[in-house]
């Protein structure tokens, strides 16, 4: 059960976009498993994409087909991966591509795929290529809510936030779904996301946004420290608000647009992590005083990855000297353990190295048994910070990796 998570708000449509969702019965019969989105003429789209050198076929056509051309349409279904499918798999993807191209009556390097779920199988073409229609046909603006569904593999919610901002006068709306749940430690990206906007941005400006926004969101969650094959992100401009178009940083509707669409990625990589397969509790690790951003997060990814770490925290067991073990092993030069100072929320539990004088147990056990727990560390070596995200591991993130193929 996803941590705090409440109910899918309402998606306000990105004039622009539409989205049409159907069954196509890839994995399991009757679940919504093929999402197609249209995106309007004349819009900017910029990507990021998974790190992991084995990376599925469908990342390697988007690659392709986007350095290309400006995408029309964006192709994504769950239950199968069509990653480590060789070069048949790169012929699969690219037959579904032509298929929506031919029906939707534009270049085949003008559509995107996407796909996600189980790894080393054979992709079922036939099955997505008999759905397509249903999905073309079901094209609207409303259809964020189904796609958000259409998009899930084992996340137990779907996952969505949208806002609407004023910049300069002009109302600007700005609304993004998202899957992720296990194989989650970014590299960017560990998930898919598609996010859109109706103001209008040059493709360069919108790529150097989506890559900042990505550094302090879908960069910063883990939940078992795996990069998966798949993973990407999209995000959409679709020029249609009144707003002047955004043609350089320097503008100033870019910071206040950015800025908006940095907290609509932070939320939805936040969900990420709350549906974690199998998480109880929702863990944040803050580490500041580093001499780097990157020792910072070093030692923070050190924390959220110790499985350690993370069956304490299931456990609700204050094993202060589990998250201390994993500060040492970060491989941080001229660490000074003596001036390290750690707390779980509000509690003191180290000092200056060692356990805090007024630390008691049942102050740390209170702490342990919460939803959501912050740690933090100080390393009192420098004005750096970092914030990671992270989750539990129980019994049932097992269970559910175990039987993730039967």
Same mark, same amino acid.
């Given at each position: 059960?996803?941590?705090?998570?409440?109910?899918?708000?309402?998606?306000?449509?990105?004039? *622009?976009?539409?989205?049409?969702t159907?069954?196509?019965?890839?994995?399991?019969?009757?679940?919504?498993?093929?999402?197609?989105?249209?995106?309007?003429? =004349? %819009?900017?789209?910029?990507?990021?994409?998974? +790190?992991n050198?084995?990376?599925?076929?469908?990342?390697?056509?988007?690659?392709?087909?986007?350095? +290309?051309?400006?995408?029309?349409?964006?192709?994504?279904?769950?239950? #199968?991966?069509?990653?480590?499918?060789?070069?048949? &798999?790169l012929?699969?993807?690219?037959?579904?591509?032509?298929a929506?191209?031919?029906?939707?009556?534009?270049? #085949? @390097?003008?559509?995107?795929?996407?796909?996600? /779920?189980?790894?080393?199988?054979?992709?079922?073409?036939?099955?997505?290529?008999?759905?397509?229609?249903?999905?073309?046909?079901?094209?609207?603006?409303?259809?964020?809510?189904?796609?958000?569904h *259409?998009?899930?593999?084992?996340?137990?919610?779907?996952?969505?936030?949208?806002?609407?901002?004023?910049?300069? =006068?002009?109302?600007v709306?700005?609304?993004?779904? %998202?899957?992720?749940? *296990?194989?989650i430690?970014?590299?960017?990206?560990t998930?898919?996301? $598609?996010?859109?906007?109706?103001? /209008?941005?040059?493709?360069?400006v919108?790529?150097?946004?989506?890559? @900042?926004?990505?550094?302090?969101?879908?960069?910063?969650?883990?939940?078992? =420290?795996?990069?998966?094959?798949? !993973?990407?992100?999209?995000?959409?401009?679709? /020029?249609?608000?009144?707003l002047a178009?955004?043609?350089?940083?320097?503008h100033?509707?870019?910071?206040?647009?950015?800025?908006?669409?940095? +907290?609509?990625?932070?939320?939805?990589?936040?969900?990420?992590?709350? !549906? &974690?397969?199998?998480?109880?509790?929702?863990?944040?690790v803050?580490v500041? &005083? /580093?001499?780097?951003?990157?020792?910072?997060n070093?030692?923070a990814?050190?924390?959220?990855?110790?499985?350690?770490?993370?069956?304490?925290?299931?456990?609700?067991?204050?094993?202060?000297?589990?998250i201390?073990a994993a500060?040492?092993?970060? =491989?941080?030069?001229?660490?000074?353990?003596?001036?390290?100072t750690?707390?779980?929320?509000?509690?003191?539990?180290?000092?200056?190295?060692g356990?805090?004088? @007024?630390?008691?147990?049942?102050? *740390?056990?209170?702490?342990?048994?919460?939803?959501?727990?912050?740690?933090?560390?100080?390393?009192?070596? &420098?004005?750096?910070?970092?914030?990671?995200?992270?989750c539990? $591991?129980?019994? @049932?993130?097992?269970?559910? #990796?175990?039987?993730?193929?039967?």
């Open positions: 059960m996803a941590v705090n998570v409440k109910p899918l708000p309402h998606l306000h449509p990105a004039h *622009g976009i539409r989205l049409g159907a069954a196509a019965s890839i994995k399991k019969p009757g679940r919504r498993d093929l999402v197609v989105m249209e995106i309007d003429a =004349g %819009a900017s789209c910029a990507a990021v994409f998974t +790190q050198a084995f990376c599925a076929a469908p990342v390697t056509i988007a690659r392709k087909h986007l350095a +290309q051309t400006a995408p029309r349409y964006l192709l994504i279904n769950t239950g #199968n991966a069509n990653a480590g499918t060789g070069a048949q &798999g012929h699969d993807a690219a037959t579904c591509c032509s929506l191209a031919q029906l939707a009556h534009c270049k #085949n @390097d003008e559509v995107l795929p996407f796909s996600t /779920g189980v790894i080393g199988e054979p992709l079922p073409v036939e099955k997505i290529v008999h759905g397509l229609p249903g999905a073309y046909a079901a094209l609207s603006d409303a259809g964020w809510e189904d796609a958000a *259409g998009i899930m593999t084992t996340d137990t919610v779907p996952k969505g936030v949208s806002r609407k901002i004023d910049i300069e =006068g002009s109302t709306t700005i609304t993004g779904i %998202a899957k992720g749940s *296990g194989m430690r970014p590299d960017m990206a998930m898919l996301a $598609f996010i859109a906007t109706d103001a /209008g941005v040059a493709q360069d919108l790529q150097q946004c989506l890559k @900042d926004a990505a550094g302090v969101s879908f960069n910063r969650i883990t939940v078992d =420290g795996d990069t998966s094959t798949n !993973d990407a992100c999209v995000l959409i401009a679709t /020029g249609k608000s009144a178009r955004i043609d350089h940083v320097a100033p509707a870019y910071r206040p647009l950015c800025d908006a669409i940095t +907290q609509v990625c932070s939320e939805l990589a936040q969900l990420i992590v709350r !549906d &974690g397969e199998g998480a109880t509790k929702f863990i944040t803050r500041n &005083g /580093g001499a780097s951003e990157q020792e910072c070093a030692v990814y050190a924390i959220a990855h110790s499985p350690l770490v993370k069956t304490a925290f299931f456990a609700s067991d204050p094993n202060w000297g589990r201390l500060v040492g092993r970060a =491989g941080i030069a001229g660490l000074d353990l003596a001036r390290i750690l707390h779980l929320d509000d509690v003191c539990i180290v000092h200056d190295g356990r805090a004088p @007024d630390y008691a147990e049942k102050r *740390g056990q209170d702490i342990m048994r919460k939803s959501e727990i912050t740690i933090h560390v100080d390393l009192a070596r &420098g004005s750096h910070a970092s914030t990671i995200w992270t539990d $591991f129980s019994y @049932d993130y097992v269970r559910i #990796n175990a039987e993730y193929r039967t």
